[in-house]
């Protein structure tokens, strides 16, 4: 039997495949419990491989320490079905066996691979793209979805998630003009496409349009918004920086209690933009209750320390801005530790997750000289370790307040008349500027 892209499928029941194209559906547009939904299809269709890839990959796009044994449970049953498995999910389970290993390198190359042979796989494209974006890998953001375009056409169902990744890739390449009209054409075809509308919330965001960025996230509010979305957190993060960068704190904390964090989830995800949000007001000397606190206590309970290096960054701004000494120590001594291991993280962690985690730590002490000193080499190369450049833009605050607060005037005149002209029509950038001057 073929799926909905005329791929086959070496098992399954037609029950189970529609079961498998609402998960896939689910995770398209981040409506819905994926996982919850592909069980339903292996509780009557154990032998369904593709629900069993589909259960481990959409685990793995939490990249957390906490879902490898639940993504090591489908791999064995995928090992069982191999014999009974195509080429195509074949390599799907050599992608997801190398993600379990600790090469997330090779888990890419392994997707990038079956791209090639099969470009209308749609669960590997947004896979592979989601992993760029763990990776910080700008140029495979934009260039995976171009490199698979040409299989697909404007009637194809799922051709509008095609654009929204290829906006946001644009984005990150610095192609503004042409990512908002791409994510804008996106969400023409399919409006609750959480992806596209954040990758225009990402052009604004980097070209300093609080404003109008305001007026785009609330018109779109019901498609983004609803309870059963699970990137909501991360748009109203969007919505809460441009109140930031306004000085409207108030605002930002009520979308921090409203949607960014209404309630102590452990997912990494949800915690590193509640963190970040939270660091922002922190480097402002903004007062936010007891919130840290809560954020605090989700990082120490969810020991993930030294498995992914960015989620080591956000874990150590919550203990630095409570005080933590110990966990602080703690979560450097895992980076060393990871650092000196193999695989993928080890190699962020030691390109840029240890001098930033140290960093932090320093900022926190108020040696802020040494803050200067670490950040400096590492705030261009930090998209090594992940993220986007508005979430690895606390970097960069981070480094212009240490120079201010630590008297280095010259740095910090330098880095603030970078930054505003790179953002020459916001407010915040400008205040930043006129500290230093």
Known sequence: MNDQRGLVISSGTAASQDIFERALAALNVYRGDAVAIIEEALAVDPDFVMGHVLRAEVLITLWERSVVPKVQESLDRLHALQSRSNDRERAHVLAISRWVDGDWDGMRIALERLLADYPRDLL?????????????DRDNLRARPERVMSAWSASDPGYGLLLGMHAFGLEECGQYALAEDIGRRALDLNADDSWAHHAVAHVMEMQARQVEGLAFMHSREAHWAQADNGFAFHNWWHTALFHLDQGQHAQALALYDRGIRPEPIGVQLMMLDATALLWRMHLNGADVGTRWDELADSYEQSKEAGFYAFNDMHAMAAYVATGRTRAAQDLLEAARVSAAGQGTNARMIREVGLPIVQAIDAFG???????????LPVRYKAHAFGGSHAQRDIVHRTLIEAALRGGDRTMARALTQERTAQKSHCAFSWGLRQRAA
């Open 124 to 136: 590997a494209l947004q896979v592979n793209h989601l992993a760029d974006f763990f990776h910080g």
């Open 365 to 375: 002490k108020g040696r802020f000289a040494e803050t200067v000193n670490l950040l």
